[in-house]
């Protein structure tokens, strides 16, 4: 298993301005991702962070916008830039199990509410 | 890419039914099928899972079936429980190692005492 600490755990913001949000894991893990899910919607995949070399982005979310970082294998940051109520949602930060067996830890989240 | 349906988005149930929730996925590449309950204000986490060359895992009262050729998945929880409220969330994993689910939309189970 793995312990994952994620801050701030909610947050009111203004338009146009940025946040960051950081993932902390109690142990190295290869597989860190953070999605997203808007009020009552599933989990959507915002991009897988890789360690040393930028993130792998999806469809739909680019690196201006969501800027990652993962300087090492137990913690990663995720910007939310020039932000608007639409990106108002809970970012949850996810790592795969090392033991490769698919399964995924969430962190609890960071509730973020755009104005 | 992969593409999974689940239903339905809302199921009401009286504590002690039975409670059924039916994912479909499009790519037969896939082959781990996880499921996660997501509480109220909580992180979602991984209550079963089954992989493509079982057709049937059970743990106390829940249960979940694979039909590789039909490409469908169901989660059975029987005897539920409030505590068992939640939303439940199907997922669709590839081979190959990248071990990126596709999610299912949801299901908002709600078990009245």
């Known amino acids: 298993s793995a312990v994952i600490s994620q801050k701030p755990s909610r947050d009111i913001c203004q338009r146009g301005t940025s946040l960051t949000i950081q993932c902390q894991v109690d142990s190295q893990v290869t597989m860190m991702f953070w999605y997203r899910q808007q009020p009552g919607q599933s989990l959507t995949l915002i991009a897988t962070?890789?360690?040393?070399?930028?993130?792998?982005?999806e469809s739909g979310f680019v690196i201006d916008k969501f800027p990652i970082s993962r300087p090492n294998l137990t913690f990663s940051t995720l910007t939310v830039s020039n932000m608007s109520p639409e990106d108002s949602s809970i970012y949850l930060c996810s790592v795969a199990d090392r033991a490769n067996t698919g399964e995924l830890f969430f962190g609890e989240g960071s509730r973020l509410t755009v104005l | 890419g992969e593409n999974v349906e689940q239903h339905p988005s809302t199921l009401s149930v009286q504590e002690g039914d039975s409670a059924v929730i039916k994912c479909t996925y499009s790519d037969s590449a896939s082959n781990y099928f996880p499921w996660y309950k997501q509480e109220l204000g909580k992180r979602p986490q991984l209550i079963i899972d089954?992989?493509?060359?079982?057709g049937e895992k059970k743990d106390q009262r829940i249960a979940v079936t694979l039909n590789k050729t039909a490409k469908h998945f169901s989660l059975h929880i029987t005897e539920t429980q409030p505590e068992d409220s939640a939303v439940y969330f199907c997922a669709a994993t590839p081979s190959g190692g990248s071990y990126i689910p596709t999610f299912g939309r949801g299901t908002s189970l709600i078990v009245h005492p």
């Open positions: 962070a890789n360690q040393g070399s930028e993130a792998t982005y």
């Open positions: 089954i992989r493509s060359n079982v």
